[in-house]
């Protein structure tokens, strides 16, 4: 079992930035390729990110997003990170964090979500 805990969502501005975390308890984090998916009002979950298993030597992006966000894990702290920079206002989203064993785009190949952290891009 992995419980995963999101933080760090909040209001910016148009091109402004923000850095998601996602803080994983249990065991063998290392294991589980991440990623982040997010969820408009009136709109389906769609992958951002993902990050490859055992220290994320592969990385991997929506064509939207590509070139502004980051994401990156740290093991030993058991946390993803989400870097998104020049935010725009239709990036507004519940942006989720979850772990599986491939780290592709489907989100029925993730086991374990968590409860998402709000990012709302404003003027």
């Known amino acids: 079992q992995v419980q995963l805990v999101e933080s760090g969502g909040g209001l910016v501005q148009i091109g402004g930035s923000l850095r998601l975390s996602c803080a994983a308890s249990?065991?063998?984090?290392?294991?589980?390729?991440m990623a982040w998916f997010r969820q408009a009002p009136g709109k389906e979950r769609e992958f951002v990110a993902a990050i490859s298993a055992w220290g994320g030597s592969s990385t991997y992006y929506s064509d939207t997003v590509k070139g502004r966000f980051t994401i990156s894990r740290d093991d030993g702290e058991n946390t993803v990170y989400l870097q998104m920079n020049t935010l725009k206002p239709e990036e507004t989203a519940v942006y989720y964090c979850a772990a599986g064993p491939n780290g592709r785009v489907a989100d029925d190949d993730y086991d374990y979500w968590g409860q998402g952290t709000q990012v709302t891009v404003s003027s």
């Open positions: 249990g065991r063998s984090f290392a294991r589980y390729a």
